[in-house]
C-alpha cells in the first residue's frame, strides 16, 4: 500500500472523523476550564455581595456581620452574629417541592424574627411560590420567637399554608424552623 492509499484509508475510516472529534473536544474543554477559571472570582465576589444584602434585609438594624465559626445544627448552612449586638441571622435549608429551599432568617437580639428571605429554590413559579411572597412571610413569621414546631405546617395552628402550594409552605416552614433552632442553640454566640 503506498503512502498515498495510506491517507486516503485514514480519512475514510472512523478514526479519522473520531481523532478530530475527540481534538474539538478537548480544546473547547480546556477554554471551558479556562473560562472557570478567570470568572470564579467574580462569581464568588457576586454571590457574597448578594449574601450580604439579604442578610441586611432581614435584620435591618445590623451594622456588620461576623460568620459563626462552630458547629450548626443539622439544616443549618450559615450563622451570621450581628458585629453591633442587634441579632442573628440563620441561613437554614429543607426539602421543597422542586428540590432543596434555602432561606435566610433575621432574629433581633430577643429572638424575634425580623425578617425571612428565600434566597434559593427549584419550586414551581406561579403556584409554587406563593408561599415565598414576602407579605405572606411577613404575616405569618414576623415576631415569633418560636412555632409549634410541628413536623407539618398543617398542624401548626399558628401559622397558615398557602392552599395548593402545602410542599412548598411545609418547606419554608421545616426551614425556619431549623434556623430558630440554631438561634436557640447558638444564640448571640455567647
Known amino acids: 500500500m ?14 479519522g472523523p473520531t481523532v478530530i472529534l475527540f481534538l474539538i473536544c ?29 442578610r441586611q434585609q432581614v435584620l435591618p438594624d445590623a451594622d456588620s ?5 462552630g458547629d450548626l445544627p443539622e439544616g443549618v448552612t450559615e450563622y451570621y452574629i450581628a458585629d453591633n449586638g442587634a441579632g442573628a441571622v440563620a441561613t437554614a435549608q429543607n426539602k421543597s417541592f422542586g428540590g432543596t429551599l434555602t ?18 429554590h427549584a419550586d414551581t413559579p406561579g403556584l ?14 414576623i415576631g415569633k420567637t418560636e412555632t409549634e414546631n410541628a413536623d407539618n405546617i398543617k398542624k401548626d395552628s399558628g401559622v397558615q ?26 444564640g448571640m454566640g455567647v
Not at 456581620?65 to 465559626?69: L, M, Q
Not at 412548598?168 to 434556623?179: V, W
Open 103 to 120: 432561606l435566610m432568617v433575621g432574629f433581633d437580639a430577643d429572638g424575634a424574627i425580623t425578617g425571612v428571605v428565600i434566597t434559593d
Open 65 to 69: 456581620f461576623t460568620a459563626f465559626e
Open 2 to 15: 503506498t503512502e498515498e492509499n495510506k491517507k486516503v484509508a485514514f480519512k475514510d475510516t472512523m478514526a
Open 161 to 186: 399554608q398557602i392552599t395548593g402550594a402545602t410542599v412548598s409552605s411545609n418547606g419554608i416552614y421545616g426551614a425556619i424552623n431549623n434556623a430558630i433552632a440554631a438561634h436557640s442553640e447558638i
Open 128 to 141: 409554587g411560590t406563593k408561599a415565598m411572597d414576602a407579605e405572606y412571610l411577613k404575616a405569618q413569621y
Open 26 to 54: 478537548l480544546v473547547v474543554s480546556g477554554l471551558l476550564a479556562l473560562t472557570y477559571q478567570v470568572t470564579l472570582p467574580q462569581i464568588e465576589k457576586i454571590n457574597a455581595q448578594i449574601a450580604s444584602e439579604a
